[in-house]
């Protein structure tokens, strides 16, 4: 009890030191705007949704965010990316499961007329991915081998979470980004393949981690969003960590998706504002391409305290503020 107790002020001591720096750089980078009327989204109790994932489909944006309160991936709908509205739950924990206690940190991706929704799973400390299908994007079942990845290399340690997954049709393969490490906070982003989204094959070594060139990235990364563009490269966006408790939003591309990624001269793209309702930190971000109007919509995680909400910026698509690092 007493360990226990120094634990927690130790920690809110180190919590109040690392959150000086939220404000070491500009709300947003060069080419970038947070949307006036943030936030976007928010719960009826205020502050639990978090880890949102946006694709636009059938002339609609759809969204996947996690419920910190219900445990829970809930499912909306928006016209025009602002304005969202609630269509149901997607799938939910389960209390007396081994590894799905809690669900969360969900990509949904529509293909041949069938929804795939990859997942986050936790339960002891630990997390996977796991596996839901459904014929009409709004009810789920999971599928029957689940988990379908765990934490098994040594870069994983104890967690692997936060997948983004897309169809690439000229290797006809699911490639899937995730987030690996620790339980908390992960501590790289990793690569797998997979001819049917349910077996993968696992990239050997991180292909994104901490760099101690930039202040704001030099403790780790964590949850990326990743796109194709027109020209075939793949871009990237995710969560750069300064500490363990400021986490701002940065932009990468890549030919393959995996090796030689270039990181954006704007980052960090998104970071906390004093007195805003993202004051303490920005991350997970969900990234989609507006290739009529050359822009980035960009949906993501705004926390004070411990209220966590949606918000919403737009981006140039301009490739002056790329460079090689």
Same mark, same amino acid.
Request: hydrophobic letters at 35%; charged letters at 25%; glycine letters at 8%.
């Given at each position: ?6 634990? +927690? ?16 750089? /500009? ?45 829970? *991936? #809930?499912? !909306? ?62 009810? !789920? ?26 169809? /690439?049709?000229?290797? =006809? ?8 490490? #620790? ?9 797998? #393949? ?8 696992? =990239? ?23 796109? +194709? ?15 363990? =408790? ?8 890549? /030919? ?6 270039? !990181? ?17 930190? *920005? !991350? ?33 698509? =301009? /490739? ?6």
């Amino acid at each position: 009890m007493h360990n226990d107790l120094l634990s +927690r002020i130790e920690k809110k001591i180190t919590r109040t030191i690392n959150q000086k720096h939220a404000y070491d750089f /500009d709300g947003t980078g060069i080419g970038w705007n947070k949307f006036e009327n943030n936030p976007v989204l928010s719960d009826e109790h205020g502050g639990s949704l978090f880890d949102p994932f946006v694709r636009r489909i059938n002339g609609k944006y759809m969204m996947g965010v996690s419920n910190r309160r219900t445990k829970s *991936v #809930e499912l !909306y709908e928006s016209i025009e990316g602002t304005l969202w509205k609630k269509i149901g739950v997607a799938i939910t924990g389960i209390p007396t499961s081994e590894w799905e206690k809690d669900v969360n940190r969900a990509c949904f991706l529509h293909r041949n007329s069938r929804w795939y929704l990859w997942y986050t799973g936790q339960s002891e400390g630990k997390s996977y991915i796991g596996l839901a299908t459904s014929a009409d994007g709004r009810k !789920y079942d999971r599928y029957e081998i689940n988990p379908v990845i765990k934490p098994e290399l040594e870069f994983e340690k104890k967690s692997v979470m936060n997948p983004c997954v897309m169809y /690439d049709d000229c290797s =006809n393969m699911f490639k899937m980004w995730y987030a690996a490490g #620790e339980s908390y906070e992960p501590d790289v982003i990793a690569y797998a #393949e997979s001819t049917d989204g349910i077996h993968w094959k696992k =990239n050997p070594i991180p292909v994104m981690s901490s760099n101690a060139d930039f202040l704001y990235q030099k403790a780790k990364v964590g949850a990326c969003d990743v796109v +194709r563009m027109k020209d075939g490269r793949y871009c990237m966006a995710y969560i750069a960590y300064q500490n363990i =408790n400021v986490a701002r939003i940065c932009l990468a591309y890549s /030919d393959d998706g995996i090796s030689n990624w270039i !990181y954006s001269k704007s980052n960090p793209i998104l970071s906390p504002e004093r007195g805003k309702w993202d004051s303490h930190a *920005v !991350y997970k971000p969900s990234i989609v391409l507006d290739e009529e109007n050359n822009k980035f919509l960009l949906w993501y995680n705004g926390r004070t305290n411990h209220c966590e909400q949606i918000g919403m910026a737009l981006g140039e698509q =301009n /490739d002056t503020v790329f460079a090689r690092l």
